[in-house]
């Protein structure tokens, strides 16, 4: 019979000298064990190639470049709809969602015609019982009229009558105006979007009780959109109505131009700031809600070193451009900033005079 525990170190111990080796290996190629060395910015590799057939160079030299600030916002409509019912009445249904987009005429929201129906029955019974007081009043007038006339009645009774008879005819035009408003609402209990847009919010659920000036939904334009972010007064005193700011949507990977339309002069007293609003043009996409960064210029110009965000190679964390000295090609790793464009500036590695290659895809 075969011993089970002699066989146990055979089981784990190939595996952990497997895991052992990989975990060498690769210690070794990042340079922790074997001689290899930290890179910082400014390092150059010592391996030298010719400046090969077709190259394209820059020689650096400073530039003059803003201090490009960017500040976070929400893309958001100018036609906005709070869909809610006219009449306290629980919803049936609710046919949309957040982000569904929907035409005029659309169905948002049924609700419960009972209640509209028990609504206008109650408004039936109120006009009626006005107009009963109304036909009683009206009767006394006409007798109270003759018998004034006849002196038969005093001025003191004349005026009593009457007053009481002009307020049965005042309740009559309001409760027929209520039977009337009851009527248009019972041809709501369906209600419609208003205009072609998209859903921005859903806040009601079937079920749920629906009330005057409180929303079902919301409905939003999707062709008269603008972005607005609440920007530092350091800041917002630089920038001016008309003026063309970049607007930078990550979800969309796109840079779009706005136009500021709007400064909002009230000053946030907790976050020193105010709302700045930049009207957008239309593009693909594009929808109410999204988040979005506006970008301008806040401080002075400086002195930068920048180069073209294509001549930057990266090896995983790592950034290197390709040097060219003496018709010879080498690595120097290098720290990069903020892009704007085709274009990122140098934080370190690189001097004003240097030149690099910027087609480096010629040189391995």
């Given amino acids: 019979m075969t011993d089970e525990h002699t066989s146990t170190p055979s089981k784990w111990l190939i595996p952990a000298l497997s895991i052992l080796a990989l975990i060498l290996v690769i210690l070794f190629a990042l340079g922790v064990i074997g001689g290899g060395e930290k890179v910082a910015p400014g390092n150059t590799s010592h391996k030298l190639s010719p400046l ?11 530039e003059l470049s803003d201090n490009v600030m960017s500040w976070p916002g929400t893309i958001r409509s100018r036609s906005i709809a709070k869909i809610a019912p006219k009449l306290n009445a629980r919803i049936l249904e609710v046919t949309v969602n957040a982000g569904d987009t929907v035409k005029k005429g659309d169905v948002i929201a049924r609700l419960d ?9 109650e ?10 007081q109304a036909k009683q009043a009206i009767a006394d007038e006409k007798r109270i009229k003759e018998l004034y006339s006849k002196d038969a009645a005093t001025r003191q009774n004349y005026d009593a009558v009457v007053a009481r008879a002009n307020t049965a005819r005042a309740n009559v035009r309001q409760a027929r105006s209520a039977l009337k408003q009851v009527n248009v609402n019972l041809d ?5 979007a208003p205009f072609d847009g998209i859903i921005s919010e859903r806040l009601k659920e079937p079920g749920d009780m629906g009330l005057p000036n409180d ?14 972010a609440a920007i530092p007064t350091n800041c917002a005193k630089r920038i001016t109505l008309g003026m063309e700011v970049d607007i930078r949507i990550d979800t969309l990977n796109k840079t779009i131009t706005g136009v500021i339309d709007e400064i909002v002069p009230e000053i946030d007293p907790l976050t020193r700031t105010q709302l700045v609003k930049a009207a957008l043009p239309s593009s693909e996409g594009l929808i109410p809600g999204l988040f979005a960064w506006m970008e301008q210029s806040c401080e002075e110009h400086q002195n930068v070193l920048r180069i ?3 001549a930057v190679l990266h090896y995983g964390q790592l950034e290197a451009v390709k ?7 080498y690595t120097r790793h290098i720290r990069t900033g903020k892009q704007r464009g085709d274009k990122v500036e140098v934080l370190s590695g690189l001097r004003e005079g240097e030149t690099i290659l910027i087609n480096s895809g010629l040189v391995q």
């Avoid at 015609?113 to 029955?121: D, T, V």
């Avoid at 709501?188 to 419609?192: F, K, V």
């Fill in 52 to 62: 090969p057939t077709g190259a394209e160079t820059l020689t650096l030299g400073k």
């Fill in 323 to 329: 040097i060219v000295e003496d018709n010879q090609v």
């Fill in 113 to 121: 015609e009972q209640a509209l129906r028990a609504s206008y029955q």
């Fill in 123 to 132: 408004a039936v019974a109120v006009l009626n019982a006005a107009q009963s």
């Fill in 215 to 228: 929303p079902i939904v919301i409905l939003q334009k999707q062709d008269d959109l603008r972005m607005e």
């Fill in 308 to 310: 073209p965000a294509s």
């Fill in 188 to 192: 709501e209990n369906i209600l419609l």
